[in-house]
Every structure is written in C-alpha cells, then in structure tokens.
C-alpha cells in the first residue's frame, strides 16, 4: 500500500510539473516529453545492490512509463563498461564513481554525470576472510592479498583509506583482481589466492551465509563514511544527442531511487530478480544492508559530495593531480 501511494503522489507531482513547466528542455524536468529521439537503451550496470534503483524502474515499468525500452546488461566494473559506451553499444552505464574520474582524466571518455546512484552506509562494503582464518583485524592485514573486482578502482581506494587510518602501511598490501568478479571471491579465498575478499552487498551476505565468512572490516568508517560509490553516465556526446530521452530515463530512475530509498521490500524484491548468476535468494535480500539512494539527477548533483571521490583518488596517488569534478557535470 505504502509503495502505491508513493508512486500516486510521485506521478501526481510529475503531472503538476510539466503543467507548470511545458517547454523546458532541461535534463532535469519531468514527464514523458514529446518527440524522444531515442525510445530503445541498453544500459550497462554492475548488477549489486548499488544499482538498485536501476532496478526497481525497470521491474516497476517505470521506463515503459516515460516511453521508454530499456535493456539491462550486467557488466562486471565500469571500469571495462566505457569502452562500450563510447563505442555505442552501451547508451548509459551504471558503475562506480573511481573508474568514471579515470577515464575523464586520461581522456579514454567524455562523460557526463547524470545521476548519483549511492552513497555508501554500514555493512554495505565489508571485507571478509575464512573462517579460522588468522586474519581477525584490520591490524593483521599488513601483508594481506586483497582480492576486489578490478585493481586501482574504488575497492582499492575504499580499502587504502580504512588500512591507512589504523595505521597499516600499503606498502605490501597486495590487491588481486578476480576474473569474474564478486562471483568468484569465495572460491578465490577457499583455493587460497587471496587471504582477504572485498564484497559488496547482496555478495557479502550470500558468501558469508553459504561460505561461513567472518567479516574482518567494515569500509563504512573515517573518511569513507557515506562514501558516494554509483554514478550514473553518459559521454557528453550522447547527452547532447539524446537531451529529451535523457530527460525521460532520469525522470523514471529519480521515480526508482525514490522507493529504493524509502522502501526497503521493494529493493529486497529487485535484488531477487536479478539475473544469474546474481539473483538473491529471499532469505539474503531480507538480511544484506542497503545503501543510501540519493534523489539527485542533472543538473541537481551535488557538487561537494562527487568531489569527494577525486579528492580521496588523488590523497592515494590514483590522481597525478587534483581534479575537478565539475568539469563533468552539464
């Protein structure tokens, strides 16, 4: 009943605004507008419960709504979804923050934030270990292989700042990348090429429910407390291209993250229907820790929170040199 009613008042406002406000052409406004110039996307997202939102939009029709066809592909990083996006095959990606300000600077992409998909709360990015395992602290991982999805990205960045703050130096820390992911981190520490995984929710909760894990650390703490790890983006190209098809997909992922954000069933419910080999079982979806899912898509962002990821990337040398996220926005 709850998540009905939200939706009614959501789509009531939605009305009253493009009432008020016909022939805006910002990215920002809402409703369907007329004349898309593009009703079928593919959008590329890392299939974790960072991307929820992505989800429940398209699980609730809400990209039908907006006259929109959207397909989901999973990917396993943004860091190697890019590529695609500047080739066309991607129209939009859902990823982390760290591998969009990479690309920015080393000029592999033009990209655009579109949308912040969320902020980082406890128990979301934990790091685990296998049972028995000596490694029972935060201290004992001085010389610890470390496995993440992909190397110098935000696991390493989330990772470094935590370790660096208990005083453990990086300088034999060894970060591992997994060929397929999260998927593969539980069988990575069983054969023993890793001592430490970091997971992500629903991953964390699954692994450590069928595997025994014991959570070593969580990475929501000191300077990574609500750490803005999702971003929604297109290259710059594309949103000059497509402004009113982007207009339309914001205004049904702003309807998404709005019941990500306030109703917790319903992101349990889209963690369930992911595809496989990621789909939750019940019992996971209704223990993991949800994130935050911030409301705000262009040209709402807020500035001073995406600016906090190129500000850790530079304080761990992942950045040469500051750089301004702003740059980034439309």
Request: hydrophobic share 40%; aromatic share 6%; proline share 6%.
């Amino acid at each position: 009943m709850g998540r009905l009613f939200s939706r009614a008042i959501s789509l009531t406002s939605v009305g009253l605004i493009v009432m008020l406000g016909a022939g805006c052409g910002s990215a920002a406004g809402h409703g369907a507008p007329a004349g898309l110039e593009k009703t079928t996307l593919t959008v590329g997202a890392v299939p974790v419960a960072d991307e929820a939102g992505l989800f429940i939009a398209q699980d609730d029709n809400l990209f039908k709504d907006e006259g929109l066809d959207v397909k989901i592909v999973p990917i396993v990083s943004s860091a190697v979804a890019t590529q695609k996006q500047n080739d066309g095959t991607f129209d939009i990606t859902a990823g982390n923050s760290v591998s969009y300000i990479q690309d920015q600077v080393t000029r592999q992409s033009n990209l655009e934030i579109v949308a912040e998909g969320s902020l980082m709360q406890p128990n979301n990015q934990v790091l685990y270990t296998l049972p028995g395992s000596p490694l029972t602290s935060i201290t004992d991982l001085g010389h610890a292989r470390i496995g993440v999805n992909v190397t110098k990205n935000i696991g390493t960045l989330l990772i470094s700042s935590v370790l660096e703050e208990h005083g453990v130096s990086l300088s034999h820390v060894q970060f591992v990348a997994i060929p397929n992911g999260f998927p593969g981190m539980a069988q990575a520490l069983q054969k023993h090429q890793i001592d430490v995984a970091w997971l992500p929710e629903p991953f964390g909760s699954m692994d450590a429910m069928h595997y025994g894990l014991q959570e070593v650390a969580d990475l929501d703490q000191g300077a990574t407390t609500s750490f803005p790890v999702g971003w929604y983006v297109v290259t710059k190209a594309w949103a000059k291209k497509y402004p009113r098809t982007l207009t339309a997909f914001l205004d049904a992922l702003q309807q998404g993250q709005e019941i990500a954000d306030t109703d917790r069933s319903a992101v349990e419910q889209a963690m369930e229907k992911l595809p496989k080999p990621y789909g939750v079982p019940p019992a996971i979806a209704a223990v993991m820790s949800l994130e935050n899912y911030p409301l705000s898509v262009a040209p709402g962002i807020d500035l001073s929170r995406v600016q906090r990821v190129a500000d850790a990337m530079y304080q761990f040398r992942m950045l040469t040199q500051p750089f301004r996220v702003g740059s980034m926005l439309g």
